[in-house]
């Protein structure tokens, strides 16, 4: 299913070709989902196909896995959302009594699912933000990082930390959400799961529910694959192929965000309602120095703190390009106040999403709505 001279090649070639079987004349470049859910068997063992039940393959499934998995530069188990894929990462890794650092500044479902999903295993839990101070991972089984953070946009060195983890003998999980295999890769950097929610921008359109671990550990990849056949925690072939399909425009959509998001970091640090405005590409911002070093790209997401929850909710309610939404990475600009989901955030704190408008008609679209809220 790979196409082994696409390796090395440029992001968009990558983007475009990864996961393609050879072309065929009078058939389409990207199969069409494939919706079965029985397979014909060849009579000597109902393993000895690969698809012999369409909860434990399907050629859709796979299509997808390898492009990702190229992306990544691992082995891709593909999961309908990105809570299943960390969700099942956890549970396959965790065991009881274990001991597993994760981010306290991170998604916030993440910590939930930890502390409620998981308390039957008397986990030792240490939360750490992104900037640290880490502990000594003696004893630690599992070290979950994010970077960016979300939605603060910090970022942490991954490679020292995954130095310090492995010297301990921890394994290290990077949720890869905001930067996507585009804007950074945990894998090469030591990092033994990249996790990542493909809801957002890796399809990039607002309509698909996805997520997937990544791996270079075969054995690894082969027990995400076990749990998820036995949890059922499988993605449809129709939001596989639609997401394949949207994989195609990554590195277009990607580029064109980025360059939006500096335009409109630069914009808001000039406006008296912005307090604070968070970009790793900003040269003025606490993370820009690591993030210049680890990231191949900045993220397409900027976050900004104004006055309060009434100052935030009138800013978006003004935009007429900037829709309430709480996912990102979509083509489309959202705003989204973190703190009406319970998030540990200011009450004006705003994640702008930034879309692949017109970077003229974005950036004068949202002054014109801090205008309007400071009037």
Sequence with gaps: MTRDWARGLGDGTRCVHSGLADPVVGEPLLAGPVFATAYHLNGSSRRSE??????????????????????????CVLFPSGMAAISTLL?????????????SDG??????FVAEELAA?????????????????????????????????????????????????????????TATPLGQQPLALGADFVVASDSKALTGHSDILMGHVSTVDSVLADRLRKARTLGGAVPAPFETWLAHRSLGTLDLRLARQSSNAAALAEALLAHPAVRT?????????????????????FPGVVTIELADAETADRFVAAARLVAAATSFGGLHTTG???????????????????????????????????????T
């Design 50 to 75: 690969p698809d012999y039940y369409a909860r434990a393959g399907n050629p859709t499934w796979r299509a997808l896995e390898t492009a990702i998995g190229e992306l990544d530069g691992g082995q």
């Design 277 to 297: 405005v968070r970009w790793p590409g900003l040269p003025g911002d606490p993370a820009h120095e690591l993030a210049r070093r680890q990231m191949r790209r």
């Design 91 to 103: 549970r396959t890794v965790l065991h009881y009594g274990d001991t597993v650092v994760i981010p």
């Design 336 to 374: 989204d106040r973190r703190a009406q989901w319970g998030d540990p955030v200011p009450e004006g704190l705003v994640r702008l999403s930034v879309g692949c408008e017109d970077p003229d008609d974005l950036v004068a679209d949202v002054i014109q709505a801090l205008d309007a809220v400071v």
């Design 121 to 177: 295993l008397a986990l030792t839990v240490l939360e750490v933000p992104t900037t640290g101070s880490w502990p000594d991972f003696d004893g630690v089984r599992l070290v979950l990082l994010e970077t960016p953070s979300n939605p603060w946009l910090d970022v942490c060195d991954i490679q020292s930390l995954v130095d310090r983890a492995h010297a301990a003998g921890a394994l290290v999980a990077v949720d890869n959400t």
């Design 107 to 112: 998604y916030f479902a993440t910590r939930t």
